[in-house]
């Protein structure tokens, strides 16, 4: 199984309109798909711990 970590930013809504058509498409293949906004993962200690 695809694991798969969605972060981003947006000013407009584009970008982030962007991530939940990608989100949209990684979950209909069966992925585990997380979705966050950048100020979300700043300190978030699941996703730094998975960047080790």
């Known amino acids: 199984m695809v694991n798969a970590i969605i972060i981003c930013w947006s000013k ?17 293949a069966d992925a585990n798909v997380e979705s966050m906004k950048v100020e979300d993962a ?8 998975r960047d080790r």
């Open 42 to 49: 700043e300190n978030n200690e699941e996703i730094i711990r």
């Open 12 to 28: 407009t809504g584009n970008t982030g309109k962007a991530a939940l058509t990608i989100k949209e498409i990684l979950d209909e």
